[in-house]
């Protein structure tokens, strides 16, 4: 039976397989933490449905996954294939390695990039995607293209393409041209949840041999001057892997919804998590304001620490709003409503009472949240013209601001 090792913490500690086309995974006797809230140690193999909906939330999706399916030469509906392509450094503390294949150690594996090597890595990516070019196996969720790298220090021009068990530091996404200047709205976006306290990414944009690049620093990755790599994995795992959603991501299809989300931090271990619950709430409203439609279950993650669990900082908030080609609907409803031009404060007065909180606790969040933008705003305007970033876009993501404001007045 074709089977790949699973290695969590860089240590090998159980097995997914692969019989006709159903995944299981079984720990080896070694492994003392679990991977997945949905995967507790057990002696036994899990099912298909448990299995999938961990592994599979580790893949790319949608285009990316058919051009990764394609220049691997294997199907895009099969998961333990692509796994086995690519499942090397996915998101938090896991590696796939095919059974029995040496994990190099992470003392070989910073070799230098220059920026010339990296635009055009970003300017292939429709057809090379991830870093499948490179013989390195990077296993990332979402649509849009991107690589990572390790960037050290963060604030050096430092790239490295990490060979063997490859460890990065940073996402890079480039420019998309069916989305006009999308690095700049998400590094705005990004930056407006940062400069009014919500704990966000740190992301910025930077110029490689004259190809620019979202770059956004990974938390699911820290310094630790143990490690020969001077690196360390932090595990995360997004609501779809913990909801148990393998492949359905927008509520409408079955995907997550508020509630459960909601719900699921409420009654599973987190630390902090009156904070956790709350910031959930504010990245809700935060998304509403400033036009993010995509906001489903995989763009929300949790980070294991210790044996409990943290909400991750937020990341992919992108105002999708100002994009027409998109569909204007939200990936999870606002008190059962899905258009985001129909939905005032009293749908979030129906969603309060659904979650079970008072409705005067998220008035008050929309409040402080509408004016906390309004706020900070004019500094985000100084730090865009000091860095020289000119966009007609963030004009329109300004104006559907106000807009969505305006509707929730
Ligand atoms: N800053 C980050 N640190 C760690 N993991 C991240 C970070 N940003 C994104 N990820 C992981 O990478 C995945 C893809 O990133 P995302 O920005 O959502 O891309 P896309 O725009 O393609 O959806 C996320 O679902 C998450 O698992
Ligand atoms: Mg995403």
């Known amino acids: 039976m074709p089977a790949l090792d699973v290695y969590f913490y860089g240590k090998k500690i159980g097995k997914l397989t692969e019989k006709n086309s159903r995944l299981s995974f079984k720990y080896n006797e070694n492994a003392d933490t679990p991977l997945s809230v949905n995967l507790p140690l057990q002696k036994e193999a899990f099912n298909d449905k448990l299995t999938r909906s961990f592994f599979n939330n580790l893949l790319p999706e949608e285009g990316i996954r058919e051009a990764v399916a394609r220049y691997k030469q294997v199907s895009s509906n099969n998961p333990f294939a692509l796994l086995k392509e690519i499942g090397g450094e996915c998101a938090g503390a896991v590696e796939l390695y095919p059974e029995g294949e040496e994990r190099e150690e992470e003392e070989s594996s910073l070799t230098p990039i220059s920026e010339d090597k990296i635009a055009e890595l970003l300017k292939n990516q429709a057809q090379i995607p991830l870093l499948t070019g490179e013989e390195i196996r990077l296993s990332l969720a979402g649509a849009q293209q991107k690589i990572a790298l390790a960037i050290i220090p963060d604030d050096s021009n430092n790239y490295y393409l990490a060979k063997g068990s490859y460890i990065s530091t940073h996402i890079i996404k480039p420019q998309n041209p069916y989305f006009k200047d999308i690095i700049y709205n998400e590094h705005f976006c990004m930056s407006l949840a ?62 997550a919804s508020i509630k459960q989300c909601y719900k699921f931090i409420a009654n599973t271990d987190f630390s902090r998590k009156a904070d956790a619950l709350r910031i959930f709430l ?33 990341y992919d908030l992108v105002s999708t709003g100002v994009y027409t080609v998109l569909s204007p609907n939200l990936a999870m409803s606002i008190g059962g409503e899905y ?71």
């Open 194 to 255: 940062k400069l009014m306290g919500l704990p966000t990414a740190t992301s910025s944009i930077r110029d490689f041999g004259g190809e620019k690049g979202y770059v956004v620093k990974r938390f699911d990755r820290e310094i630790d001057a143990s490690s020969t790599s001077g690196l360390k994995r932090i595990h995360q795992e997004d609501f779809c892997q913990a909801l148990c959603l393998p492949d359905k991501k927008y509520q409408k299809e079955g995907g």
């Open 282 to 314: 504010k990245a809700i409203v935060f998304n509403f304001i400033i036009g993010n439609s995509d906001a489903h279950g995989k763009n929300f993650s949790f980070l294991h620490r210790g044996g409990k669990y943290e909400l991750s900082p937020l």
């Open 339 to 409: 258009n985001p031009n129909l939905i005032h404060r009293s749908h979030f007065e129906t969603m309060a009472r659904d979650l079970e909180i008072k409705p005067t606790m998220i008035d008050k969040i929309i409040d402080e949240t509408a004016s906390k933008i309004q706020e900070v705003l004019p500094e985000l305007d100084k730090q865009f013209a000091a860095a020289g970033y000119k966009s007609e876009l963030i004009k329109q993501i300004k104006e559907l601001i106000a807009t969505r404001i305006k509707q929730l007045s």
